[in-house]
């Protein structure tokens, strides 16, 4: 049984006040239970003996959507049928709820579900995975072949205590949303952080707008719950009562809400941020994990460009000559040439465990083609494939030799069954980024 203890009566509720409420505790609701089936098929689909971060990030990323990244439209629908509720509500209620009670568990909910949101992006900036630093294909691409949004990535990645900064902000606001003291001060850091994050999303064209806004949509509601006496004691310095509603446990509900929070603050908290640093030191999401070719990382002069034996020499317009070509770390291949490229701009977070389906080094960046390979050591063949999902039948079969340290020679059938020959000369290229601001460059 539980006692409610508090100094108002259950009759200070305006009729105005009783109608909006009726209709914000369904939308909520609807907004923050997950009623999504694709989303218990993700629940049931993770392997709970061998959990990962990812597994994790996607449970506290549900928002109701109909589509992969979601959108306004379905906050449309959702409010329909909030105020169609609303009024089956009022016509319907005999007996006066008790409305305290009823906001107390409104926003118990909202503030588990807006920190367990920020917290599962709050560990990815923590430790730097959501923008990593920039990978050497990005460090060889024209500023302008990038999307405004793969630029402000980019920029984030390249400072990673900043990023750590921010995930630091984030974990903070999420961790005061656990208990109900301190929830207004976290509402408050989401809604100028994620307030920023909205903006940034919108002026840079961003996937995570719809998102971020929903996050923000929770904020308000908790953060109005003392908005109107943190001004009254701020802003007009008048005198300002607390509002001393709160309920009282009795018998194992004490004992069971205690050990809900503690094991929703364990698995959030302890579980994901041990997951998300051993990610961080052995799979970042972002990028492929399987090694590429050893020793070739770096990036390679194109010296020699053959086509069925005829030698094309360099030109800055021709659409055929490759220009210049990158070895990650990592198995991926990225191409330069003048040959266009139909950006793949997938902008939304989201962690995917296939190295094919890693496409962060691509996504919303042109002017080069970037490939998955395999490795046939016995034979020194690779196997290319694109990993644009607009070129995902385009292969190439390449045979490999290196001559020297410095040299590596393929030759094989192109994506268009022509026969190809390529001779590449690494450079020695410097990246005044990696060497810091202390860093000598030797010119």
Do not use: C
């Not at 959108?71 to 959702?78: H, K, R, V």
């Not at 961790?175 to 840079?204: D, E, K, P, Q």
């Amino acid at each position: 049984m539980t006692s409610i203890k508090t100094e108002q009566s259950a009759d200070h509720w305006k009729g105005y006040e009783k109608l909006i409420f009726r209709f914000l505790f369904i939308y909520f609701l609807l907004q923050t239970i997950p009623l999504d089936w694709r989303y218990y098929r993700g629940i049931f689909s993770i392997n709970w003996l061998d959990l990962k971060y990812g597994d994790i990030f996607f449970i506290s990323r549900y928002f109701p959507s109909f589509s992969t990244t979601g959108s306004f439209t379905e906050w449309f629908i959702i409010a329909i049928v909030a105020a169609i509720g609303t009024v089956l509500w009022t016509i319907r209620e005999k007996k006066e709820a008790n409305y305290d009670v009823l906001h107390y568990w409104l926003r118990t909910i909202l503030r588990y579900r807006l920190a367990i949101g920020v917290i599962g992006y709050g560990f990815l900036k923590f430790f730097p995975l959501q923008a990593p630093f920039p990978s050497i294909s990005n460090l060889n691409t024209n500023y302008g072949d990038f999307t405004d949004w793969k630029l402000f990535s980019l920029s984030l990645g390249v400072v990673p205590n900043y990023e750590s900064f921010l995930g630091a902000v984030e974990l903070l606001a999420g961790f005061l949303l656990f208990f109900r003291r301190t929830a207004s001060v976290g509402a408050l850091i989401i809604l100028v952080f994620t307030g920023n994050v909205f903006m940034s999303n919108l002026a840079y064209g961003g996937g995570e707008y719809v998102y971020s806004l929903y996050l923000i949509s929770l904020a308000l509601f908790i953060f109005a719950y003392d908005a109107g006496r943190i001004y009254r004691l701020i802003a007009l310095g008048k005198p300002t009562h607390p509002n001393l509603f709160h309920p009282s446990f009795l018998g194992w509900q004490a004992k069971a809400r205690i050990v809900v929070k503690v094991l929703l603050v364990f698995f959030f908290v302890a579980v994901y941020g041990f997951k998300t640093y051993e990610g961080f030191k052995y799979d970042p999401y972002q990028f492929p994990k399987q090694d590429g070719l050893a020793d070739a990382a770096g990036i390679y002069n194109v010296k020699e460009f053959k086509i069925n034996n005829e030698i094309h020499p360099y030109s800055a317009s021709d659409s055929i000559r490759w220009k210049d070509v990158v070895f990650e770390k990592w198995a991926t291949i990225s191409i330069r040439s003048k040959r266009p490229v139909i950006l793949d701009s997938i902008n939304y977070e989201q962690i995917v465990s296939r190295d094919v389906d890693r496409n962060y080094e691509l996504s919303g960046s042109g002017g080069r083609h970037y490939y998955s390979y395999k490795v046939d050591t016995l034979k020194h063949v690779l196997f290319l494939e694109n990993k644009n999902k607009n070129y995902r039948n385009e292969k190439l079969t390449l045979n490999f030799s290196r001559p020297d340290s410095v040299s590596i020679v393929l030759s094989g059938v192109n994506e268009n069954k022509d026969s190809i020959y390529v001779l590449l000369e690494k450079l020695d290229k410097k990246y005044p980024i990696k060497l810091g601001r202390r860093g000598r460059l030797k010119l």
